[in-house]
């Protein structure tokens, strides 16, 4: 049965096992490939844990590091193909992910690679109602919501695909949430979410429309405040038209349908 990582191995920008770890002058260490990118593709002059300005980018090798990860993974390994069950995680490796929470989401509004952060935080939280909560404890909900809202932002001042990308994700992070709380619905229907939100059912893709109307849907079923407020309902009311019509899967028209008779 595969385990989640100690976090000692995880690249800090791109929250994944390290493959070629290297320490920058500040000592952090990180993976080769997204420190490279960090400062050579994003053009970032600064030390992406600590912030520090860096006056050297010299990566050094750490080897060391590089030997306790490999050893990890041939343990892994053998540990996983002599196990003959198969099936959920074990509780062991819930909590591991549940711990990594506070530090995914401390960084999360940083880093330059936010889609696969935010895929490996769907990842955590997947099938784990306790992450789930721990997420909302966290203030996970008005993190996301301002990276949705700052990602429109750029999308719209003619970014680069991966900023709206970077919204999709995170609603497909929130539409794991059951929003069956007062408190985790009222936060979702603050303005920096429920926009972003709005914008995806009209212009995203598939997936990203699914995740929204599942979230609206779950909105309107729990909370006695109108959550139309913080949106332009005739250009609601156009996109579910539009993908009633559309009818290219059951499933969404299903979802429109039902946002639409919520509107």
């Not at 929003?179 to 995806?200: G, I, K, W, Y």
């Given at each position: 049965m595969e385990l989640?990582?100690?976090?000692?191995?995880?690249?800090?920008?791109?929250?994944?096992?390290?493959?070629?770890?290297?320490?920058?002058?500040?000592?952090?260490?990180?993976?080769?490939?997204?420190?490279?990118?960090?400062?050579?593709?994003?053009?970032k002059t600064t030390c992406p844990a600590t912030m520090q300005r860096l006056s050297s980018f010299d990566l050094t090798p750490n080897y060391t590091l590089k030997r306790v990860i490999s050893s990890w993974l041939d343990r892994n390994s053998s540990s996983s193909s002599s196990s003959s069950t198969a099936g959920a995680p074990s509780p062991s490796s819930c909590v591991l992910a549940r711990e990594r929470l506070p530090s995914v989401l401390a960084g999360i509004e940083e880093t330059p690679f936010k889609v696969t952060a935010l895929k490996n935080l769907k990842s955590c939280m997947a099938g784990d109602e306790a992450a789930r909560d721990d997420f909302v404890a966290c203030g996970g909900i008005q993190v996301l919501g301002r990276v949705m809202t700052q990602a429109l932002a750029e999308s719209c001042a003619g970014?680069?695909?991966?900023?709206?990308?970077?919204?999709?994700?995170?609603?497909?992070?929130?539409?794991?949430?059951?929003?069956?709380?007062?408190?985790?619905?009222?936060?979702?229907?603050?303005?920096?979410?429920?926009?972003?939100?709005?914008?995806?059912?009209?212009?995203?893709?598939?997936?990203?429309?699914?995740?929204?109307?599942?979230?609206?849907?779950?909105?309107?079923?729990?909370?006695?405040?109108?959550?139309?407020?913080?949106?332009?309902?005739?250009?609601?009311?156009?996109?579910?038209?539009?993908?009633?019509?559309?009818?290219?899967?059951?499933?969404?028209?299903?979802?429109?349908?039902?946002?639409?008779?919520?509107?």
């Open positions: 989640d990582p100690p976090p000692l191995f995880l690249c800090p920008i791109s929250m994944e096992l390290m493959e070629e770890p290297v320490t920058v002058a500040t000592g952090v260490t990180y993976d080769r490939r997204s420190i490279e990118r960090w400062f050579f593709k994003y053009g970014g680069d695909f991966s900023a709206f990308q970077t919204c999709e994700e995170a609603a497909a992070v929130l539409a794991t949430l059951p929003l069956s709380d007062d408190e985790s619905v009222e936060l979702l229907l603050n303005p920096e979410c429920m926009r972003p939100v709005a914008v995806l059912v009209q212009r995203g893709s598939a997936e990203a429309r699914l995740h929204a109307m599942s979230m609206i849907s779950k909105i309107s079923k729990a909370s006695v405040r109108d959550w139309t407020l913080e949106i332009d309902v005739d250009d609601m009311v156009k996109a579910l038209l539009e993908l009633l019509s559309d009818g290219a899967s059951a499933k969404l028209s299903s979802r429109a349908l039902d946002g639409q008779m919520r509107c």
